[in-house]
């Protein structure tokens, strides 16, 4: 669908960019005696014909960024050798005290347990939410794309197209650093912390809970920070 959208906005993309030319036309060139000169002609000339180019082409253009990334994204998974998915799992140590633990004394393991693992699914939901977050807008990227590039044909507008792919490829990037965030909690939670034999199961599980909370959310933290500077960047261009 937004292969359509972005095929039925290069029509419009096309219509802008004969109107930013002619904008950028009225800018430079104060008077007629700058058109005669051959070298603005030339220059022009290229600069309508590049505009056009990434108006139909633009589309082409995005997609070779967007594999160029997931090439990127491909090589820091494989090298680390994550490719393959595996489960945490609990220490030895901390399921024998659970199944130790009395009726009594597990009331208060069990409210451990459900606040501990209430706030990592938070966390979890936090995550998907921002990688879904990623792909929604690299479709609103994609089906928008003729419109910013059109802007190139004109010198005083050629700033918009500039950071319309500058964003893009921020965007891209955060693939990156959502990948790099998944490597840093696996190789956290992968080395599970040292139980104290004399603490008590509650004490246990609080701790295990609350050093797989900090495996996630310092795995958040820089998908969070870059989308925030992305969006910053975006702000402010």
Do not use: H
Not at 42 to 50: G, H, Q, V
Not at 138 to 160: C, D, H, K, Q
Not at 196 to 221: H, I, Q, R
Request: include cysteine; charged fraction near 10%; proline fraction near 4%.
């Amino acid at each position: 669908m937004m292969l359509n959208i972005n095929g039925a906005l290069k029509a419009i993309g096309y219509g802008l960019l004969v109107l930013f030319f002619a904008v950028g036309v009225v800018k430079t060139c104060s008077s007629l005696a700058d058109l005669k000169r051959p070298e603005a002609a030339f220059k022009m000339f290229i600069r309508f014909a590049l505009a056009k180019a990434a108006v139909g082409y633009g589309l082409d253009l995005m997609l070779a960024v967007f594999k160029i990334i997931q090439g990127m994204v491909s090589t820091i998974i494989t090298q680390s050798g994550l490719s393959g998915s595996s489960g945490t799992t609990l220490p030895q140590e901390i399921i024998d005290k659970i199944n130790n633990v009395g009726f009594w004394d597990s009331i208060p393991l069990w409210a451990v347990t459900l606040l501990g693992g209430l706030f990592i699914t938070v966390l979890s939901f936090i995550m998907i939410l921002t990688v879904y977050s990623r792909l929604f807008k690299l479709y609103m990227y994609t089906a928008i794309a003729p419109i910013p590039m059109s802007t190139f044909a004109g010198e005083p507008t050629s700033n918009v197209g500039k950071n319309f792919l500058r964003s893009y490829a921020g965007v891209c990037l955060e693939g990156a650093i959502i990948a790099l965030a998944c490597i840093i909690f696996s190789v956290m939670a992968a080395s599970p912390p040292a139980v104290d034999p004399n603490v008590s199961a509650v004490t246990a599980v609080w701790s295990y809970v609350g050093e797989l909370s900090a495996s996630v959310s310092t795995g958040k933290k820089p998908v969070r920070g870059f989308m925030w500077n992305s969006a910053i960047g975006m702000a402010a261009a």
